[in-house]
């Protein structure tokens, strides 16, 4: 009997820390990299709406990006870094780089522009 209290007690402990990963795994904010065409700009919302692989992706601009938002051509393509929460709709802006399109904010680093 102690044998095999001592088998099933690292093979539940371990079950539980698997459970607590795979559970914890998608509440995590996912990073993910965007090549798009810019739809709209909207500068008093603090919003940009670009083209994703299923769709239009609504990003949500921080604070440090928000002033320069006007600065971003609509029709331009853009290389953003997005951070997608589970449960919110709009992704968080990181930094940009405008790759075609006239643009004073070439390059965003997720504090100033360049």
Known sequence: ???????VRPLALSSCLLAM???AGPAM??????FSPIIDVDTERGYIFV???SGIVIVRASK????HLGKLPVGGMIDIVIEQEPGRKAALL????VVAGESD??????KVCK
């Open 105 to 110: 904010c070439k390059v965003f680093d997720g």
């Open 94 to 97: 990181k930094s940009w780089k």
């Open 51 to 53: 083209s994703g692989g």
């Open 29 to 34: 904010a996912k990073e993910t990299s965007l």
């Open 64 to 67: 440090a990006a928000k002033p």
């Open 1 to 7: 009997m102690k044998k095999w209290v001592t088998l």
């Open 21 to 23: 990963f795979c559970l």
